[in-house]
């Protein structure tokens, strides 16, 4: 294994593919022994990543409509901000976010969420 | 090549015609139009104003002479026709221009009435008919001095009251001792004559005209009793007659207008008329309301539409004079036989009568509050028992609900159908419906979109107080159909226009072209561009995949746990056991946790991981199964019944028919989803009268319905019609099928769209007329031969294979 690639394992970090293989205003899950994550492809090429679990009642959010920086659930319809995984309000909840990086159209994806979500681990099903 | 129309009278009934004409079938004609004013169409209504100097010119063209050029229409301004060679089909003009026709209006209006007394042609003797008399009177009224108006009817009145308002004085001469006789009874006419004369004008009533004095021009007016007024100008306005010379000349048979039938067709079938010069069953009209119901028949006709009739009308007359409300309607004088109600206020300066027989309304007189006019108009027209209400009756609408005051109550207290704008016919229910639709804000806007208060005016005040109701608080509960979603001003009916004339192609055009608000829009509008761009432009338009539904985009139900739901099509509800068994072995083969039976006869197989769809599709697909489109706004099932093969009541072949509908129809997409069922008798057990399209087999043939659901809101289907063979079960099926798909709102299904646009205009467009029927039916098997195609076999194949596979698996 190369050097490079051995610290991004230790630090969770895993090349997932290219920004290509996402359809624009689509997703993909990337499925882990912890559960699917999300990663978005907008319009403009930028790429976020999302358990992909709605904080409404654990809709896959990756099979949502994408639009502008937001995923609609598939299940009911709630909106979830790509970049803080946060609802649109008037709904209230989120779902972690993980970083996401993005290299020669390489996508780069941290297994670690991000702090902050409270519910990130513990779905509501 | 296309056929030629000319139209003669460049005036407001010929081109109505023109305008309900283009709506109907804007391509069949190359269009040509004389009129001898050199004007584009004005709003002669509007004339009364423009002497008053509340308007201008400008303000009451209808349509410029760049209306003509957009329309390609060809005008020819200023030039009288003077010939028309029936046989060449030929018209010619005064000056020699020649216009070869295969159909022909005629639209010459009226000529104003002229007595025939001595001095009638002196320079200073002008009638009220158009611009060129309103600019003589403007004219005139600039040396201020004394006008005489001749004639104490509609016409004199707004003309004295006008050359007031220029600043002359003004005397207004009536053989008879009302005004308005043939409009107004005794007392409103006397209200009438007090307030104008506290505006300045002086009558002599009950004067006979002898002759009009004067050298060169006009100098006095002298009457039978030797009476000689002074007058610098003399208005005659005694009356119009039908503008019919240049049709008698020509041969047609004219008593005393054109005399035309009710599809307003002459004795010569390639020459209809309309307007002032037409006589229909014995009566003549001087009004817009009647001529601009003659102009949609005769379009109707035009556009070989061929349903329309016009069967008389009945009028009612409204007063613009500003600060004037006057109305009345119909038998106002009664008789014998007739009972009177009355209410008098004469401190309010408010009249009212109404006259009545077996309860019914006869007729209508109202000065000084007119608002009730329009509502004892349409009690009258639908003849109305007014038994129940009668106590209230005088006091008008507003009073027969809760009690409530003023404008807005008063509308608000209307029926949809109540009539608001009579001139051009428009009712409460279509302004209110136009205002939340469109979004209308101002007057301006509710005229453009309705032409309701875009004739006489004298309909504004009601206009305005439905505006400001239907703004209000209280009516924006009612669903309007606002733009289709924050991202756009427009909604569904201007996309759809705007797609189909601007030739718009993708998402992206659309959104780039109607600037949208949002970067790439909504789940909203993005899946109803994708349908409308997707039936616009069958074969051509590619479907952009993110813009579906989850459902719609993996061809497959999103369940709750986050796997779908497979429904193979089960043509017509009718399988074999090879079939089941193909099914089980499936089953079995990836675990279907469940098999269910559906509410529309087919087999579901629930619980199918994202992974697996492919593989199952494959199976499937090998055992001669495609897509039940079971999750899209789609063709759903068939349902039937077993029919007259096993049925004892059976009167068809229900079964097959049924199958041979879904053959039909598979694969197409829809705004919502559509769902059939053929039953094979009137039991019904197919259920077929809650279905978007229902057949129920009768000995005779097959019943047609349309516009069912079951759901959260039931609704049983409309009766749309009777057909005798299994061909035209078809036809019909494919037309309502394109009908809806062309003009429905996305994500309206049948039984919403059916009442908004109503059953009988759907039977207009797929039962009555044929042509259009079959039409219909063509662009869907045009549509179809796209959309048929089985998506599963596609993606077993390998189409899409992003979509069912994660993008990586780790750990
Ligand atoms: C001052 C005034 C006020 C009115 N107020 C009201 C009102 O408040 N409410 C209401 O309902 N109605 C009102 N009317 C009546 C209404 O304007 C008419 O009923 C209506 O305009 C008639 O339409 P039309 O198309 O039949 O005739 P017009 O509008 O008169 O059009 C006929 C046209 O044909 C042209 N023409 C005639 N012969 C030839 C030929 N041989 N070749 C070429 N062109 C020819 C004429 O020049 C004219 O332009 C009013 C009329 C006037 C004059
Ligand atoms: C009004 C009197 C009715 C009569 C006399 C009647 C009679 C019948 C008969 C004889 C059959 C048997 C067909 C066969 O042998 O397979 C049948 C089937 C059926 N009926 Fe009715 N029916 C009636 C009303 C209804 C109604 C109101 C419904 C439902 C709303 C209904 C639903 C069904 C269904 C679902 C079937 C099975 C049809 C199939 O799948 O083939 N029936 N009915
Ligand atoms: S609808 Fe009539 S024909 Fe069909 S099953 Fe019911 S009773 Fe029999
Ligand atoms: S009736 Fe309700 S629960 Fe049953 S399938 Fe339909 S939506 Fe689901
Ligand atoms: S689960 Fe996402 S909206 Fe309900």
Same mark, same amino acid.
Not at chain 2, 54 to 73: A, P, R, S
Not at chain 2, 388 to 407: K, V
Not at chain 2, 438 to 463: I, Q, Y
């Given at each position: 294994?190369?050097?490079?690639?051995?610290?991004?394992?230790?630090?969770?970090?895993?090349?997932?593919?290219?920004?290509?293989d996402?359809?624009?205003l689509?997703?993909?899950?990337?499925?882990?022994?912890?559960?699917?994550?999300?990663?978005? #492809?907008t319009a403009?090429?930028?790429?976020?990543?999302? #358990?992909?679990? +709605?904080?409404?009642?654990?809709?896959p959010?990756?099979?949502?409509?994408?639009?502008?920086? #937001?995923? *609609? +659930?598939?299940?009911?319809?709630?909106?979830?901000?790509?970049?803080?995984?946060? *609802?649109?309000?008037?709904d209230?909840?989120? *779902? *972690? #976010?993980?970083?996401?990086?993005?290299?020669?159209?390489?996508?780069?994806?941290?297994?670690?969420?991000?702090?902050?979500?409270?519910?990130?681990?513990?779905?509501?099903? | 090549?296309?056929?030629?129309?000319?139209?003669?009278?460049? =005036?407001?009934?010929?081109?109505?015609?023109?305008?309900e004409?283009?709506?109907?079938?804007?391509?069949?004609?190359?269009?040509?139009?004389?009129?001898?004013?050199?004007?584009?169409?004005?709003?002669?209504?509007?004339?009364?104003?423009?002497?008053?100097?509340?308007?201008?010119i400008?303000?009451?063209?209808?349509?410029?002479?760049?209306?003509?050029?957009?329309?390609?229409?060809?005008?020819?301004?200023?030039?009288?026709?003077?010939?028309?060679?029936?046989?060449?089909?030929?018209?010619?003009?005064?000056?020699?221009?020649?216009?070869?026709?295969?159909r022909?209006?005629?639209?010459?209006?009226?000529?104003?009435?002229?007595? %025939?007394?001595?001095?009638?042609?002196?320079?200073?003797?002008?009638?009220?008919?158009?611009?060129?008399?309103?600019?003589?009177?403007?004219?005139?009224?600039?040396?201020?001095?004394?006008?005489?108006?001749?004639?104490?009817?509609?016409?004199?009145?707004?003309?004295?009251?006008?050359?007031?308002?220029?600043?002359?004085?003004?005397?207004?001469?009536?053989?008879?001792?009302?005004?308005?006789?043939?409009?107004? !009874?005794?007392?409103?006419?006397?209200?009438?004559?007090?307030?104008?004369?506290?505006?300045?004008?002086n009558?002599?009533?009950?004067?006979?005209?002898?002759?009009?004095?004067?050298?060169?021009?006009?100098?006095?007016v002298?009457?039978?009793?030797?009476?000689?007024? %002074?007058?610098?100008?003399?208005?005659?306005?005694?009356?119009?007659? %039908?503008?019919?010379?240049?049709?008698?000349?020509?041969?047609?048979?004219?008593?005393?207008g054109?005399?035309?039938?009710?599809?307003?067709?002459?004795?010569?079938?390639?020459?209809?008329?309309?307007?002032?010069?037409v006589?229909h069953? =014995?009566?003549?009209?001087?009004?817009?309301?009647?001529?601009?119901?003659?102009?949609?028949?005769?379009a109707n006709?035009?556009?070989?539409?061929?349903?329309?009739?016009?069967?008389?009308?009945?009028?009612?007359?409204?007063?613009?004079?500003?600060?004037?409300?006057?109305?009345?309607?119909?038998?106002?004088?009664?008789?014998?036989?007739t009972?009177?109600?009355?209410?008098?206020?004469?401190?309010?300066?408010?009249?009212?009568?109404?006259?009545?027989? !077996?309860?019914?309304?006869?007729?209508?007189?109202?000065?000084?509050?007119?608002?009730?006019?329009?509502?004892?108009?349409?009690?009258?027209?639908?003849?109305?028992?007014?038994?129940?209400?009668?106590?209230?009756?005088?006091?008008?609408?507003?009073?027969?609900?809760?009690?409530?005051?003023?404008?807005?109550?008063?509308?608000?207290?209307?029926? !949809?159908?109540?009539?608001?704008?009579?001139?051009?016919?428009?009712?409460?229910?279509?302004?209110?419906?136009?205002?939340?639709?469109?979004?209308?804000?101002?007057?301006?806007?509710?005229?453009?979109?309705?032409?309701?208060?875009?004739?006489?005016?004298?309909? $504004?005040?009601?206009?305005?107080?439905?505006?400001?109701?239907?703004?209000?608080?209280?009516?924006?509960?009612? %669903?309007?159909?606002?733009?289709?979603?924050?991202?756009?001003?427009h909604?569904?009916?201007?996309?759809?226009?705007?797609?189909?004339?601007?030739?718009?192609?993708?998402?992206?055009?659309?959104?780039?072209?109607?600037?949208?608000?949002?970067?790439?829009?909504?789940?909203?509008?993005? &899946?109803?561009?994708?349908?409308?761009?997707?039936?616009?432009?069958?074969?051509?338009?590619?479907?952009?995949n993110?813009?579906?539904?989850?459902?719609?985009?993996?061809?497959?139900?999103?369940?709750?746990?986050?796997?779908?739901?497979?429904? &193979?099509r089960?043509?017509?509800?009718?399988?074999?056991?090879?079939?089941?068994?193909?099914?089980?072995q499936?089953?079995?083969?990836w675990?279907?946790?469940?098999?269910?039976?559906?509410g529309?006869?087919?087999?579901?197989?629930?619980?199918?991981?994202?992974?697996?769809?492919?593989?199952?599709?494959?199976d499937?697909?090998?055992?001669?199964?495609?897509?039940?489109?079971?999750?899209?706004?789609?063709?759903?099932?068939v349902?039937t019944?077993?029919?007259?093969?096993?049925?004892?009541?059976?009167?068809?072949?229900?079964?097959?028919?049924?199958?041979?509908?879904?053959?039909? $129809?598979?694969?197409?997409?829809?705004?919502?989803?559509?769902?059939?069922?053929?039953?094979?008798?009137?039991?019904?057990?197919?259920?077929? $009268?809650?279905?978007?399209?229902?057949?129920?087999c009768v000995?005779?043939?097959?019943?047609?319905?349309?516009?069912?659901?079951?759901?959260?809101?039931?609704?049983?289907?409309?009766?749309?019609?009777?057909?005798?063979?299994? !061909?035209?079960?078809?036809?019909?099926?494919?037309?309502?099928?394109?009908?809806?798909?062309?003009?429905?709102?996305?994500?309206?299904?049948?039984? &919403?769209?059916?009442?908004?646009?109503?059953?009988?205009?759907?039977?207009?467009?797929?039962?009555?007329?044929?042509?259009?029927?079959?039409?219909?039916?063509?662009?869907?098997g045009?549509?179809?031969?796209?959309?048929?195609?089985?998506?599963?076999?596609?993606?077993?194949?390998?189409?899409d294979?992003?979509?069912?596979?994660?993008?990586?698996?780790?750990?």
């Amino acid at each position: 294994m190369q050097q490079a690639e051995k610290t991004m394992v230790e630090n969770n970090w895993i090349d997932v593919g290219q920004v290509s293989d996402i359809p624009k205003l689509g997703a993909r899950v990337v499925r882990t022994k912890d559960g699917d994550i999300a990663v978005f #492809r907008t319009a403009d090429d930028e790429v976020f990543a999302l #358990r992909d679990q +709605c904080p409404h009642k654990g809709g896959p959010l990756s099979q949502g409509i994408v639009h502008g920086k #937001r995923v *609609a +659930c598939p299940l009911h319809d709630w909106k979830i901000h790509l970049d803080s995984g946060l *609802a649109v309000a008037p709904d209230e909840g989120c *779902a *972690a #976010r993980f970083p996401v990086s993005v290299e020669d159209g390489r996508i780069l994806l941290s297994l670690t969420p991000d702090e902050g979500c409270p519910n990130s681990n513990a779905p509501k099903v | 090549m296309k056929q030629r129309l000319v139209l003669i009278g460049n =005036g407001m009934a010929g081109v109505r015609t023109l305008e309900e004409l283009l709506k109907l079938a804007p391509d069949r004609y190359d269009i040509t139009v004389f009129g001898a004013e050199p004007y584009g169409n004005y709003n002669r209504i509007l004339l009364s104003p423009v002497l008053a100097g509340e308007k201008t010119i400008e303000q009451i063209m209808l349509n410029d002479e760049q209306w003509y050029v957009d329309n390609g229409i060809t005008l020819h301004e200023g030039k009288q026709v003077t010939a028309i060679d029936r046989t060449k089909r030929i018209v010619r003009a005064a000056d020699g221009t020649e216009e070869k026709y295969d159909r022909l209006i005629l639209a010459t209006g009226s000529m104003p009435f002229i007595i %025939p007394i001595p001095g009638k042609d002196l320079p200073g003797v002008v009638a009220f008919r158009d611009i060129q008399d309103v600019d003589r009177m403007l004219a005139a009224a600039s040396g201020k001095g004394h006008a005489v108006v001749i004639g104490g009817g509609l016409l004199g009145l707004e003309a004295a009251n006008g050359l007031l308002k220029q600043g002359m004085r003004v005397s207004v001469v009536h053989l008879l001792d009302t005004l308005m006789e043939k409009q107004l !009874d005794k007392p409103a006419a006397g209200l009438l004559k007090r307030s104008l004369e506290e505006r300045g004008l002086n009558f002599l009533m009950g004067a006979q005209t002898e002759a009009i004095l004067g050298k060169d021009k006009v100098e006095a007016v002298r009457f039978k009793d030797g009476l000689e007024i %002074p007058a610098d100008l003399v208005v005659m306005a005694v009356g119009i007659r %039908p503008n019919a010379e240049l049709a008698k000349q020509v041969g047609l048979h004219c008593e005393r207008g054109v005399v035309v039938n009710d599809t307003m067709q002459t004795f010569d079938p390639r020459v209809y008329a309309v307007g002032e010069c037409v006589q229909h069953r =014995g009566d003549t009209y001087g009004l817009v309301a009647p001529l601009f119901e003659q102009a949609k028949v005769c379009a109707n006709h035009l556009a070989e539409l061929g349903y329309a009739r016009y069967e008389g009308s009945v009028t009612s007359t409204k007063l613009k004079v500003t600060g004037i409300d006057l109305f009345s309607a119909g038998d106002f004088q009664g008789d014998d036989s007739t009972e009177e109600m009355v209410l008098q206020d004469p401190g309010r300066g408010v009249y009212k009568k109404v006259v009545v027989k !077996d309860n019914r309304i006869q007729g209508a007189v109202m000065y000084g509050d007119t608002i009730d006019g329009s509502w004892y108009f349409q009690l009258m027209r639908d003849n109305t028992d007014i038994s129940g209400f009668r106590d209230n009756l005088l006091f008008g609408q507003a009073h027969l609900g809760d009690s409530g005051h003023g404008d807005d109550n008063r509308v608000a207290a209307m029926a !949809d159908s109540a009539e608001i704008c009579g001139c051009n016919g428009v009712c409460k229910g279509d302004i209110v419906k136009a205002i939340s639709d469109k979004r209308l804000f101002t007057l301006d806007e509710v005229r453009a979109h309705t032409k309701a208060s875009s004739s006489c005016g004298s309909c $504004t005040g009601l206009v305005e107080a439905l505006l400001a109701h239907t703004l209000g608080g209280e009516y924006s509960q009612t %669903p309007s159909k606002k733009p289709l979603c924050p991202c756009t001003e427009h909604n569904h009916d201007e996309l759809r226009t705007a797609i189909r004339a601007e030739g718009l192609k993708s998402v992206r055009a659309v959104m780039d072209h109607l600037n949208w608000k949002t970067e790439d829009g909504c789940p909203k509008c993005r &899946p109803a561009l994708n349908y409308y761009l997707l039936c616009q432009w069958p074969g051509e338009y590619k479907d952009d995949n993110q813009s579906r539904f989850i459902n719609e985009r993996v061809h497959a139900n999103i369940q709750k746990d986050g796997t779908y739901s497979v429904i &193979p099509r089960m043509w017509g509800g009718e399988t074999t056991p090879k079939e089941l068994m193909a099914i089980a072995q499936i089953a079995e083969k990836w675990n279907v946790p469940t098999v269910h039976v559906t509410g529309g006869q087919r087999i579901d197989l629930l619980g199918i991981k994202k992974e697996d769809l492919p593989g199952i599709w494959g199976d499937l697909s090998e055992a001669g199964f495609v897509s039940g489109h079971a999750y899209g706004k789609a063709i759903r099932t068939v349902k039937t019944c077993v029919g007259k093969t096993w049925c004892r009541f059976g009167t068809q072949d229900s079964t097959q028919m049924g199958i041979d509908l879904e053959k039909l $129809t598979w694969g197409s997409w829809t705004p919502h989803k559509f769902k059939l069922a053929v039953s094979g008798c009137p039991r019904n057990c197919a259920e077929a $009268t809650i279905k978007d399209f229902g057949v129920v087999c009768v000995d005779s043939g097959y019943e047609l319905h349309v516009g069912g659901n079951g759901g959260v809101k039931v609704r049983a289907t409309d009766f749309l019609c009777h057909v005798k063979t299994e !061909d035209e079960v078809k036809e019909y099926c494919a037309a309502f099928l394109q009908l809806y798909r062309e003009e429905a709102h996305y994500l309206e299904r049948t039984a &919403p769209w059916v009442e908004r646009v109503g059953l009988a205009y759907i039977k207009d467009r797929v039962v009555e007329d044929a042509e259009n029927r079959a039409a219909l039916a063509e662009r869907f098997g045009l549509s179809q031969q796209f959309a048929q195609v089985d998506p599963w076999k596609a993606r077993a194949e390998g189409l899409d294979a992003h979509e069912y596979s994660p993008l990586k698996r780790v750990g």
